[in-house]
Every structure is written in structure tokens, then in C-alpha cells.
């Protein structure tokens, strides 16, 4: 991480401190928009192709194109981020798909570099409850501002996209979603002190906070997390509720305001979820390596997720940890940030905790124990259904290269990592197909007031993949050294 951007000290700035000082994002110039378009679609058309692409452009540009462009700059004179509401209701909330295994992000703990996957009994309490612990500490890093303010290049960075990534849920409406975030500083007030936990269909909250706003300790947590096993599985399979997370947008609205109308405590269970800090799931599902943990984090075991919550830690049977995310409030790079701690603080303490065995008398757990009727059971079922006909669908691969690894790539200085894996793949596309391929790169913008992330068309290399492919390895490295360093 300290590679993207390094951080202030506590001292210098608190976490949300100096945001409205940021600059306004700006509107792009029409004309090097038009310019960058062409350029990133010429690797794409025949040469009769790009002619009437080129006229075109240069008919939106002196035409309707002229008009949209006052309207964006008449917009951003009233507004530090004209895009951040489009971007965050177009790109995301609008959209009737389901987000699992769409738009929710997901990916691979990492944790068995030191917790090798086992199915031993109790394995996963014990894990999860350090993982928990790290997670509710960063958390309060947050709350009270402690974390420091990410800087590039000696530049200030936006952090406000943090502010969603504890205790915020997207919520289904028809037509269109909403986020809602109970996240708070100290100087704003309370905060949520509670996590949820969803096991064998059912699920439950846990106060992982107590009311002297101390942390649960890891053995507190794990005792907590060991009365959830043996409760959930005394109930047998529960109703899985949480898969109607799962479903499209629309189905989901309205599952979920018929589930309100039924009961009192159905309502009052709902906002419980919503205002959790973040969702612990127990999976059914038992991964043995990366690969097939790398895919249950994409898909995910609906029968115990709400894929709707910022922040979702998954710990399997075997004892693996993934994490899946909902896309819409915040981008990947934050989450990064969130599990790089975690998982530089549990080296440090070489996966164990050393701090004081002892645990309080604590209350156990809420079930939170839904009343459904007959068609919520059918829109449960159909649900998973379709879940797992998309899931099925998926596949993923996890390959670790030893020919290019990070220190190597490092022998080019001027160029970032992300970079540098841009252009080895599109050169393997093009090796392999003899074609450009279309890609998608994320550029942030965090440096402005809100600022998240753009997209950047970077097709544009069709000389440089010309004049390398056929190379042999050696070859191919030492024009690369050439061209990444002038």
C-alpha cells in the first residue's frame, strides 16, 4: 500500500479533516475528451471505420456536444462533485441486477500464508474472532479520526469514501436504490456496536463493542462465535433470509416491504442489519486453495450473506478468509487499505493474540428470527435458484507467476505496477489473437473534493504490441526497459 500512498501522522491531520479544502472535480475539456475518444477507438475500426468516426465526433463536438458541455460546466459552479451523484445512481443504485456476482467486489483473503485451510472444530471461531477484532479496531481508527490522511505525490487525498465502509448498507427500493450510513465520528455522536453474524441460514447480532465502548476481545469474540455454531446448529437449517439479497433489485424491494408489513420485529431486525458495522459470514462452502476461494468470494454462499452490506468477511469451513463488498458507496482501494491493516497487524502478532484470556460474562447473541409466510419462502427459493445458476457461470483462475514477479517489474521506476500488468496483459491478448484488446482501466480521482474513480481507455498501444510480440522473453525485456525509461 505504502507504494500508492504513504500517510500523514495523527498528529498532522485528523481522518476527515481539510475535505472541503480539496478541489473542485473538474469538467473536461470537450475538445481533448473528443480527441482521447478517437485515439482509444482507432486500434478498434477499419480505416473507412475511423473516417466516419471522426466526422461524427466532430459533429457532436461543435453541436450537441457543445450544448452538454455548458450544461456539465453550469452544474459544477453549483457543485464541488457534478459527477458524484450520477456516478453513484447510474453506475450502481439504478441498475435491477442482482450485485452478487455482478457489481459486488470480492477476493481472497490471504490469510494462509500463516492459516493453512483445516476443518478442525473450532478452527474458524478462534480466526474469525482475530479477524474481527482487527476489523472493529479499524473501525475506531475511523470513529475517532486516528487514521492517517492519504497522501500521492505530496498531495492531499479525498477520505471520505471510509465513511461508507463501516456501518452502511445499500437498501433495495424499486426503480432506483438508496445507501444508507450510520457511520459517525466521535464528534458526531454515537455509533453501531454491533456486528452480524449469519450461520446455517440463520442470523444473529453481536455486540462486539461493549457500553464502557471497549473492544471484545479475540477470546470474548470467540466465545460469542462458538455459541452461534452450536445454537444454529441446534436449530437446524434456517430460513435464509439473506438470500433475497441475491435476488434482482426489484424482486428484492419488494420482498423486503412485504417483510416489514408482516411484523413489527421483522422491521426492527432489518434495521439491526442495516446499522451493523459489517457481516460475518459463516460459509457452508469449504475451499482448499485459492483458486476455489477466490471464487466463493465472487458468488458466495447466499444462504448465508447480505450481499448488500459495505463489507462482508467470509470465513469458510476449512478456516479461509475472503471478503466480498458492495460496490456501490466506496471503490476497491479502500477495502485494500482496510484488510492490508488487518493482515499486517495479525503478522505482527504472528496470528495469535497476546493479549488477556480472560472474558467477561456477556450476553449472548440475538437471533434475529424473521417471521415469513409461504410466498417469502417461495421468493427465498427461487432466489438461490437463480444465484446459483449464475455462480455456476463463473470461473475463476489463480495464477502466480514466477517469471514476473513485483521486485522485478520494481526495475522500472518510472512506471506504476498497475501499469506495467496493463501491458503484459494486453500483449498475451495479442499474441494470443493477433488483435488489440478492449480493456478497462481505473484512474482515481481522489485528489478532488468526493472524488472516486474514472475510466481510462488505455487500447491505444498497437505499435508498441507490433514491435514486440514474436520477441523472445530476453528480447522483449530489454526494449521494454527502453521504452519504460526512455
Known amino acids: 500500500i505504502g507504494f500508492l500512498f504513504t500517510q500523514n501522522t495523527p498528529a498532522m491531520e485528523m481522518t476527515f479533516d481539510g475535505e472541503d479544502k480539496l478541489p473542485s472535480l473538474p469538467v473536461p475539456d470537450l475538445g481533448q475528451t473528443c480527441c482521447k475518444y478517437l485515439k482509444s477507438v482507432e486500434p478498434f475500426l477499419t480505416e473507412d471505420e475511423l473516417v466516419e468516426t471522426e466526422k461524427v465526433v466532430k459533429a457532436f463536438e461543435v453541436g450537441i456536444g457543445k450544448e452538454l458541455q455548458e450544461k456539465l460546466v453550469e452544474r459544477s459552479k453549483s457543485s464541488k462533485n457534478w459527477l458524484e451523484e450520477w456516478w453513484e445512481n447510474v453506475a450502481y443504485l439504478g441498475s435491477r441486477t442482482p450485485t452478487a456476482g455482478r457489481s459486488n467486489i470480492g477476493g481472497p483473503g490471504l490469510t494462509d500464508v500463516a492459516w493453512v485451510p483445516q476443518q478442525e472444530r473450532g478452527t474458524r471461531c478462534m480466526r474469525s474472532s482475530l479477524m474481527a477484532y482487527e476489523m472493529v ?20 487525498l479525498c477520505m471520505n469514501q471510509f465513511r461508507s465502509l463501516f456501518a452502511c448498507t445499500r437498501i433495495p427500493d ?147 478468509f475472503a471478503d466480498n463488498l458492495d460496490h456501490s458507496p466506496a471503490d476497491a482501494m479502500v477495502s485494500v487499505v482496510l484488510f492490508d491493516t488487518i493482515l499486517s497487524q495479525l503478522a505482527k502478532n504472528k496470528y495469535e493474540w497476546t493479549g488477556s484470556m480472560a472474558v467477561r460474562d456477556l450476553e449472548p447473541p440475538r437471533h434475529l428470527d424473521f417471521e415469513l409466510d409461504h410466498e417469502l419462502h417461495r421468493t427465498i427459493s427461487h432466489a438461490l435458484a437463480e444465484h446459483d445458476k449464475l455462480s455456476a457461470t463463473i470461473d475463476v483462475r489463480v495464477h502466480v507467476s514466477n517469471e514476473y514477479s513485483k521486485k522485478k517489474a520494481k526495475q522500472f521506476p518510472t512506471v506504476h505496477i498497475d501499469s506495467f500488468m496493463q501491458l503484459a496483459i494486453q500483449l498475451t491478448y495479442y499474441r494470443l489473437h493477433q488483435k488489440v484488446a478492449s480493456t478497462y482501466e481505473t484512474g482515481m480521482t481522489r485528489g478532488f473534493y468526493h472524488g472516486r474513480t474514472e475510466t481510462v481507455n488505455n487500447s491505444h498501444v498497437e505499435d508498441f504490441l507490433d514491435t514486440v510480440v514474436g520477441m523472445s522473453m530476453r528480447r522483449f525485456d530489454l526494449v521494454l526497459w527502453r521504452v519504460l525509461n526512455g
Not at 459517525?184 to 456486528?195: A, L, R, Y
Not at 438470500?243 to 433489485?249: F, P, Y
Open 137 to 156: 479496531k479499524f473501525y475506531l481508527s475511523l470513529r475517532s479520526e486516528t487514521l492517517g490522511v492519504h497522501v500521492h505525490a505530496g498531495r492531499r
Open 174 to 320: 424499486t426503480g432506483m436504490d438508496r445507501i444508507v450510513r450510520h457511520f459517525k465520528t466521535v464528534s458526531q455522536g454515537p455509533g453501531p456496536k454491533h456486528i452480524i453474524v449469519m450461520c446455517n441460514g440463520h442470523i444473529y447480532s453481536v455486540d462486539a463493542i461493549s457500553d464502557d465502548d471497549t473492544q471484545l476481545t479475540p477470546p470474548e469474540l470467540e466465545k460469542q462465535f462458538a455459541w452461534i455454531e452450536h445454537h444454529a446448529a441446534s436449530l437446524g437449517h434456517g430460513p435464509t433470509v439473506g438470500a433475497l439479497t441475491a435476488a434482482d433489485r426489484d424482486t428484492w424491494a419488494q420482498a423486503r416491504q412485504h417483510i416489514i408489513k408482516l411484523n413489527e420485529k421483522n422491521a426492527k431486525f432489518l434495521e439491526i442489519i442495516e446499522s451493523s458495522l459489517f457481516s460475518l459470514t459463516f460459509s457452508s462452502h469449504c475451499p482448499m486453495t485459492q483458486e476455489e476461494n477466490a471464487l466463493c468470494s465472487l458468488t458466495g454462499d447466499a444462504r448465508n450473506h447480505w450481499f448488500d452490506k459495505s463489507v462482508t468477511l467470509i470465513c469458510s469451513e476449512s478456516g479461509m
